[in-house]
């Protein structure tokens, strides 16, 4: 996987015995409660990573933990969708960021991990239908019907589509069955995009939030023709955000997993008391423009600063509701390969939801 890697090269003191004091709770030291913490870790360069490292928050939280430096690794245009899921595989990366749909799927195909975190349910915003501005012949849901449409395949960007389109009577094709409205995979969102700017595809899928889709809807070249229903079972269930860890990563090193939540946590509360700045950190990191960057914070559909899930039994429910609408509406993928209940609720790691030994659901993060 080909990455340009952003270093974040804080040292922290040796770590030292005795306990850690947070929000109340007292917690044994990690390298007598469990395996020494790695020196370094790597996330995921994004908003709210970005926001932490430059306010220091990331440099506190590790360090309480032991761990001495982190990696900020950003991922290159040119690479696909899915391959966070490979990065937590193979070990790039502690943690992985994916909505439920095309995590589980990485799950079912066999990737070790376990859940971390969930999400509130989605929106309608999230994960709209376009078609291309200059396109005057389709403006609804309906006049897609035989029309070509483009998108990743183990994405959002295909299971909002799928409700959407099943619910109006006009199901994508699939390896199984030749529906109303002709589908292509495109890994690429960028590819897929050009696609659909050029009139080589129809229609396609995506978050406007997401670095390629912003700029262009921002300039007016997008128009939106549907959103998944607030009711639905992509809004509710699927289409939530998880974090997710090799199961022996989080095994090993609880504490470590509790200090990236955290760390989210506390950059999400800043980062909505302190917009304008925070749009000025991602502008710089992310090297994005800045009304690119406001947008990416504030829009409705982002979803680096959603509220967490802390039931870990609803966080299960979601997901096991989910596979059973995308079974019984003919999902190719998940025909052939269904967790059964008692996989998914090992796919939720429950020590990091309410009431679990390493929770943040009974922190307090006000600086006030």
């Known amino acids: 996987m080909k990455t340009n890697e952003r270093q974040t090269a804080w040292f922290i003191p040796a770590f030292f015995s005795g306990a850690i004091w947070v929000s109340g709770l007292t917690f044994a030291c990690v390298a007598n409660a469990e395996n020494a913490p790695p020196e ?22 590790f360090g309480k933990v032991g761990v001495k430096k982190v990696n900020l690794i950003a991922q290159s245009s040119g690479e696909l969708l899915g391959a966070e899921s490979a990065a937590v595989g193979g070990g790039t990366l502690a943690f992985a960021q994916r ?174 008391d302190h917009v304008d700045e925070a749009a000025q950190i991602v502008s710089k990191a992310l090297r994005i423009p800045e009304d690119v960057a406001k947008f990416q914070i504030t829009h409705l559909g982002q979803w680096d600063f959603m509220a967490g899930e802390p039931d870990a039994n609803k966080a299960r429910h979601a997901i096991k509701e989910f596979q059973k609408w995308y079974v019984a509406h003919g999902d190719d993928i998940l025909v052939d390969k269904q967790l059964t209940d008692k996989q998914i609720d090992g796919f939720i790691d429950g020590k990091f939801f309410a009431g679990g030994s390493h929770s943040i659901y009974s922190d307090r993060f006000s600086t006030y």
């Open 40 to 61: 370094n870790i790597n996330l995921q360069l994004q908003t709210w990573t970005a926001i932490a490292e430059a306010k220091g928050i990331l440099r506190e939280e």
């Open 99 to 272: 909505m439920i749909y095309p995590a589980f799927v990485q799950k079912a195909n066999g990737i070790p991990a376990v859940i971390v975190w969930l999400s509130e349910p989605s929106n309608r915003y999230r994960t709209p239908i376009f078609v291309s501005a200059a396109n005057k012949n389709i403006n609804t849901v309906a006049d897609l019907d035989g029309k070509k449409f483009g998108s990743s395949r183990v994405s959002c960007y295909w299971s909002a589509p799928f409700e959407i389109l099943n619910n109006a009577g006009l199901p994508l094709d699939s390896r199984l069955k030749k529906g109303r409205v002709r589908y292509e995979n495109i890994e690429s969102p960028a590819v897929a995009i050009q696609a659909l700017l050029s009139g080589e595809k129809d229609a396609t899928a995506g978050h406007l939030a997401a670095n390629q889709f912003t700029a262009p809807y921002l300039q007016g070249k997008f128009k939106k023709i549907a959103g998944p229903a607030d009711t639905g079972v992509y809004a509710n269930y699927g289409g939530r955000v998880s974090y997710f860890a090799h199961q022996d990563f989080a095994a090993k090193y609880p504490s470590v997993v509790r200090a990236f939540l955290r760390s989210r946590e506390r950059a999400r509360d800043w980062t909505y």
